[in-house]
Antibody, heavy 123, light 106 residues
């Protein structure tokens, strides 16, 4: 059974870089030609798509965040990662990683999600 | 960007009742690329419906999705205690956006 687990610091200082990792277990990140994504939920708000990455390493990001977001892949560790640069309090959120439901579709529904990790931006 | 507006914000119902959740898009969602998720506190969001009307694996048939174009509906025919949660719609026809959610409460 495919499982995803987010990990990373729970507290980041303003203007610094938020770094999170999603570890995939129960399957290989290289198999099936799937996209792997990041989604966040600020406190009291709805879900926001951050971006995704293909098993080849090609990535796409939400235009509202694009200049501050880097998504990368480490197939040897079966992980993919998110970096959000120059963070502010507005980046405080629950961050989720997820797998897209259909191989090869960069815009898609997500059929497997991690449980999420909370990140607070504060000095 | 396609904006999804969900209504109502909160639906107060009792077990056994029927729930009707609405998701309206600011422009047409191509190929009915619309999904619904259930989200409970402390848990991962769970895919319930994709392609506007297809149930995901393991989702009971009391859940049904319908609609096309700009208007979509998630219906729960008879609420069970485990159905009380927040439900989000998401479109994936043009980039990826989510609605603001509808809370189904007892």
């Amino acid at each position: 059974q495919l499982q995803l687990q987010e990990s990373g610091p729970g507290l980041v200082k303003p203007s610094e870089t938020l770094s999170l990792t999603c570890t995939v277990s129960g399957g290989s990140i290289r198999s099936g030609s799937y996209y792997w994504g990041w989604i966040r939920q600020p406190p009291g708000k709805g879900l926001e798509w951050i971006g995704n990455i293909y098993y080849t390493g090609n990535s796409r990001s939400n235009p509202s965040l694009k200049s501050r977001v880097t998504i990368s892949l480490d197939t040897s560790k079966n992980q993919f990662s998110l970096k959000v640069h120059s963070v502010t309090a507005a980046d405080t959120a629950l961050y989720y990683c997820a797998r897209h439901g259909r191989p090869g579709y960069y815009y898609d529904y997500m059929d497997v999600w991690g449980k999420g990790t909370s990140v607070t931006v504060s000095s | 960007e396609i904006v999804l507006t969900q209504s109502p914000d909160t639906l107060s119902l009792s077990p056994g009742e029927r729930a009707t959740l609405s998701c309206r898009a600011s422009q047409s969602v191509s190929s009915s690329y619309l999904a619904w998720y259930q989200h409970k506190p402390g848990q991962a969001p769970r895919l319930f419906i994709y392609g506007a009307s297809s149930r995901a694996t393991g989702i009971p048939d009391r859940f049904s999705g319908s609609g096309s174009g700009t208007d979509f509906t998630l219906t729960i025919s008879r609420l069970e205690p485990e159905d009380f949660a927040v439900y989000y719609c998401q479109q994936y026809g043009s980039s990826l956006t989510f609605g603001g959610g509808t809370k189904v409460e007892i």
